[in-house]
């Protein structure tokens, strides 16, 4: 198994050039406050579909374009709680690829319809990421090239632009929070920027596989998807276990009522459409802040991962 390397992230983000939202760095003094330190919000749920996940889904279609040459054959297939597959759908309409997503039924609605305005199929499943895989597998079967949410290398990279991003916009960077699920972004990042800063994660209780995992040294299955961070329901894969087993990512977790005042918190200071996913990171900077392992002089930059949610829920 190869694992992919900094340079590959250089790779992704000359191969993307401008064609992502170089996205805001916003402060708040309100929030400094609240965090015990300095805090820069990268704003991912301002890029383009809703979340970051553009990033990697755009690089591993170029990848696939550029490694098959008048040879292209089928349609791009994945499975996603629905930001990777709105991304997708946008890379395979800009590519000329068409693009199936295997999505589970319960997938909030907005997320449901964002990969459906990009043009991409969706096939229903059952909630599990045993369902998801059992489903695509069956896609596969007709033919298709697999683009896997998270543990591939080209997603890796392209994930990884984003710690790039930040970097060249705040100086003097402590640390680099930010949201786990696959750890497709927080692999990336690690292998952007982990050698200049600390990158830390963070996980809901009820999703926390990855910290299971990353402690126990052993690869473990996902949890039941129950958890509000709909985004973080999926589990470590090879490839991005070993990224950051060999980083020694620490995890914070954090509970449903922490995610949800994290949340509120945000919208009410950032004016910001926040999903609960992009909202983590955030709780668990406040969980750390609590215990006193935060201190007035750090300078954090925490990525808001998304910002996909029905907004009539939150009404």
Request: hydrophobic share 45%; proline share 4%; net charge negative.
């Amino acid at each position: 198994m190869s694992l992919p390397t900094h340079n590959d992230v250089l790779a992704a983000q000359a191969r993307l050039g401008t064609d992502v939202h170089r996205t805001p760095v916003l402060t708040s003094t309100a929030l400094d406050a609240v965090a015990g330190c300095s805090v820069f919000f990268k704003c991912e749920n301002m890029q383009r579909t809703g979340s970051f996940k553009i990033r990697g889904a755009l690089h591993a279609a170029r990848c696939y374009l550029a490694d098959n040459t008048g040879s292209t054959s089928g349609p791009l297939v994945t499975h996603s709680s629905g930001n990777h597959g709105a991304a997708l759908a946008l890379a395979g309409r800009e590519c000329g690829l068409d693009v199936v997503v295997v999505i589970p039924e319960n997938a909030p609605q907005i997320k449901k319809a964002n990969i459906a305005r990009y043009g991409a199929e969706l096939v229903f499943c059952g909630p599990t990421i045993a369902d998801r895989e059992a489903a695509v597998a069956n896609e596969l079967k007709k033919g298709g090239h697999l683009v896997p949410p998270y543990n591939d290398n080209r997603v890796i990279a392209g994930q990884g632009t984003l710690a790039l991003e930040t970097m060249s916009q705040v100086a003097n960077l402590d640390e680099l929070w930010l949201p786990v699920g696959g750890g497709g972004m927080a692999s990336g990042c690690v292998l952007a920027v982990g050698e200049q800063m600390r990158v830390r994660g963070a996980e809901p209780e009820l999703a926390d596989d990855a910290w299971e995992s990353l402690t126990t040294g052993i690869l473990v299955g996902p949890r039941p998807p129950v958890t509000v961070a709909d985004g973080l329901r999926g589990a470590l894969g090879d490839i991005t276990f070993a990224v950051l087993h060999n980083y020694a990512l620490t995890i914070e977790r954090v509970s449903e009522a922490q995610i949800i005042a994290a949340q509120q918190l945000l919208m009410e200071c950032l004016k910001l459409v926040v999903e609960p996913s992009g909202a983590v990171s955030f709780a668990a900077l406040l969980a750390a802040k609590d215990r006193g392992e935060v201190s007035s002089h750090q300078r954090v930059a925490l990525v808001i991962s998304g910002g996909n949610m029905d907004l009539r829920l939150a009404s």
